[in-house]
């Protein structure tokens, strides 16, 4: 059914699906259901095509409400309306099925291929894993919500007393509207009359921390195994995964592990998720890189079971646990349906009643940004520096050891060209000294495996780790800068000093949820780097320790000449 709407930021259309729209034109759009965050309707020259569906607000017809005119509510928004379903008539076939394609599959026909997009914005009607919003109730049997009624906030549109408000960012693709933060900062939230799960944040020696998961486990992942089905005609790689509190493996391909880091990147926006191994189009069943991926998750694994509140997340739970093909079916979309993402998440959280300065925090945010800059740029320079060394152990360490040793050979055999003077003893000697650097090469070639792999594989999940840091820092810079807007016009008077403090509480939020990341990572790092540094050393005085040996029974062939 179409509405009518009024355009509240100003959009350029970039391609032949979308139109432009200019700020308060009028608009007709044809579903006020969105998909994946886009509307389709009318500007008011005749254009027909797509636009962002928190660009607009939906113009709601008279109700029975003490309004006097009109409800505007923003497009793709649940508004007063909890019966909320998407209507799949008026939707096309290819958008039908970004919604429903995977909720019958067998959970072994995943797409390999497959990557899940996300839209966090609170505004958009898009919800988990790009599926429609559905009724606003648990899928838990035990826990029921109930979404408290609309309250507009007093800075809002509607709100003439003030004549001002804080602004919204103007860029709506932007990590910091996307992910909800803007939204839970500024009120724009509606509460949850109860919440299923809890995060708490305490306060320790070095600063705010996640409260550690009461019942702590490993998990290892083994044993990959080559796998076909439909006659051979498709084939995957399955590894056994068996954490440590249930002792019962499981089965899992690397597309369930995709599926599981997307649920974790919609959900918890201010945690670091560790990056999975990278995806591979030709040689995925080759040994090395069979060998490399299995060691990769190994460490993801070890990063998310290590971690206070990703261990604690029911979806990575249910990865863990779920053997049958319907319960995982079920789980899945409970996943996928879960609210509690975006801004709602962050009603999750329990924080201290320790006052903090904001300027305090802001400091101590900013000196962190330094710090994982110049780390990222040294762990990018030893990463270079480790591939580099295993080029050269793998081609010219070894080619210039096997030219030594054929070098050697050579006197050798120019040494029993003339028998009379030949000694049989020293051409032995001379001849096994040139095998033995030919071997040396060969363990140089080998060496890498042992040390260099596995460094180059930490390095590659830190890089993974530091590289999400600038976005959820920039959720804290716009948090920052929501409080000093609204302090700023609350001394101006032109908002009461409550809602000021009120934006200022819920950035407290999101400053100790940040707090407790860094915390958790320089705990990591440390314990990390360490084992890293340690492991490395180890392997290289082995392996220098072998080679002495070689060198050491060498060198005892000419004592008996």
């Not at 306060?203 to 486990?217: A, D, L, R, T, V």
């Not at 899992?252 to 670091?272: A, Q």
């Not at 999750?348 to 710090?371: A, C, M, Y």
């Not at 030594?404 to 050579?410: D, E, P, R, V």
């Amino acid at each position: 059914m179409s509405v009518k709407a009024k355009a509240i930021y100003t959009f350029q259309s970039e391609n032949k699906e979308e139109i432009s729209i200019q700020e308060n034109e009028e608009l007709l759009i044809f579903d006020e259901n969105s998909v994946d965050g886009w509307l389709q309707g009318e500007n008011s020259r005749g254009e027909r095509g797509l636009f962002p569906a928190s660009y607009v607000e939906i113009i709601r017809p008279r109700s029975n409400s003490n309004l006097t005119d009109c409800s505007i509510s923003p497009a793709g928004s649940l508004g007063n309306d909890s019966s909320y379903f998407p209507s799949t008539p008026n939707t096309p076939l290819h958008m039908q099925q970004s919604y429903y394609d995977d909720d019958d599959d067998d959970w072994d026909d995943w797409d390999d291929s497959s990557t899940v997009v996300e839209d966090d914005d609170h505004r958009k009607s898009a919800g988990a894993n790009g599926h429609a919003h559905q009724s606003p109730h648990s899928n838990n049997p035990n826990v029921h919500y109930r979404a408290k009624p609309y309250m507009e906030r007093q800075d809002s549109i509607s709100s003439s007393r003030k004549g001002s408000m804080v602004g919204r960012n103007l860029n709506r693709f932007s990590s910091f509207v996307r992910s909800g933060v803007e939204a839970f900062v500024l009120g724009d939230v509606p509460m949850m009359a109860k919440i299923a799960e809890s995060y708490t944040i305490e306060m320790g020696p070095k600063g705010p921390q996640w409260k550690e998961n009461p019942q702590p486990f490993s998990c290892s992942i083994e044993d990959p195994t080559k796998q076909t089905k439909f006659k051979g005609i498709k084939t995957y790689i399955s590894y056994r995964v068996t954490p440590s509190h249930t002792g019962r493996p499981v089965y899992r391909r690397y597309k369930h592990f995709d599926w599981l880091y997307n649920r974790l990147l919609h959900k918890f926006t201010v945690i670091s998720v560790p990056h999975l191994p990278e995806k591979q189009a030709t040689g995925r069943f080759e040994e090395d890189f069979i060998e490399k991926r299995k060691r990769r998750l190994i460490l993801w694994m070890n990063h998310m079971t290590s971690h206070p509140v990703l261990s604690q997340y029911e979806g990575f739970e249910h990865f863990l646990m779920c053997a049958d093909d319907k319960q995982w079916k079920l789980g899945k979309r409970r996943a996928e349906k879960d609210e509690m993402v975006g801004a709602h998440f962050m009603l999750t959280f329990q924080i201290p009643n320790e006052h903090q300065d904001l300027q305090d925090v802001e400091e101590r945010v900013d000196s962190f940004k330094s710090f994982t800059k110049k780390m990222d740029d040294s762990v990018m320079q030893l990463t270079h520096v480790a591939s580099e060394l295993v080029r050269k152990h793998l081609g010219g360490f070894r080619k210039e050891f096997q030219r030594l040793g054929n070098a050697f050979q050579s006197i050798s055999q120019a040494f029993m060209l003339e028998p009379p003077h030949c000694s049989d003893a020293l051409n032995n000697a001379i001849s096994h000294t040139g095998r033995t650097y030919e071997n040396i090469g060969e363990m140089f070639a080998e060496q890498p495996k042992y040390d260099l792999f596995h460094m180059l594989d930490k390095l590659s999940l830190y890089q993974g780790l530091l590289a999400n840091f600038p976005d959820i820092i920039h959720l804290q810079k716009g948090a920052f800068a929501k409080v000093k807007e609204s302090q700023r016009m609350s001394d101006e008077g032109k908002m009461d000093q409550d809602e000021a403090d009120g934006i200022r509480k819920r950035c407290r939020t999101v400053g100790f949820a940040l707090q407790a990341e860094m915390t958790h990572f320089h705990r990591r790092r440390e314990v990390d780097f360490k084992d890293m540094m340690q492991a490395y050393l180890s392997e290289q005085i082995a392996f220098y320790q072998r080679v002495v040996q070689q060198l050491e029974r060498t060198l005892r062939m000419y004592d008996s000449l």
